[in-house]
């Protein structure tokens, strides 16, 4: 049995963890709780899908599926992927493949590559190769480069990580980023 205190947000907490609590007090305008954790089992609490208390934003099961998470359509076949890779980076000026988003990166040399560009001042276009393995599979074929991110500008292949950070501290990037910016 767990004694140590834990600290859970009244909203949130269960009626049982409510009535275990000892103290309350407010901070910043949410009323805390602390509750001690002797007969409370806190797992079941925190990995239902139902549960209020689970940090996971899930869809209950009597949601109708128009509110559930949409993915685009990705072929399966390899030769459609790569079409749909040289679609993509014929439409966007700026386009990087890359683990996450740009938001998120989920990748050190991904993050590193957004956060050139950004600092470069560009607007780009991105696809999250982790949420479709057969981009992730095609684009290193269209390319004919094993390593991911991969970054694209006006149709051309510049390159992964090591090659953007190099080109960017050389200012050779932004050169080559202005003339996309002279184009728009």
């Known amino acids: 049995r767990d004694s140590r205190t834990t600290h859970i947000t009244m909203s949130l907490a269960s009626p049982l963890l409510r009535t275990a609590a000892r103290r309350s007090f407010t901070t910043s305008g949410v009323r805390t709780v602390a509750v001690r954790a002797v007969a409370v089992n806190y797992s079941p609490l925190l990995s239902s899908s139902s549960s209020r208390t689970s940090s996971k934003a899930c869809f209950s099961s009597d949601s109708h599926d128009d509110f559930a998470p949409k993915r685009k359509a990705v072929p399966d076949d390899e030769d459609e992927a790569i079409n749909m890779v040289k679609d993509h ?3 966007n000026p700026i ?3 890359m683990k996450g988003k740009p938001a998120m990166p989920m990748c050190g040399f991904s993050k590193r590559v957004v956060d050139i560009l950004s ?3 560009v607007d780009f276009s991105s696809v999250n190769v982790l949420d479709y393995p057969s981009i992730r599979e095609g684009v290193k074929k269209y390319s004919d480069w094993p390593t991911i991110p991969q970054l694209y ?3 051309e ?3 992964g ?3 953007v950070t190099s080109m ?3 200012g050779e990037l932004a050169d080559l980023l202005k003339e996309v910016k002279t184009e728009e």
């Open 89 to 91: 980076v014929e439409a």
């Open 153 to 155: 500008v006006n149709g």
């Open 161 to 163: 990580c090591d090659i």
């Open 119 to 121: 600092e470069e001042g």
């Open 168 to 170: 960017h501290e050389s």
């Open 157 to 159: 292949f510049i390159g």
């Open 95 to 97: 386009m990087l493949y």
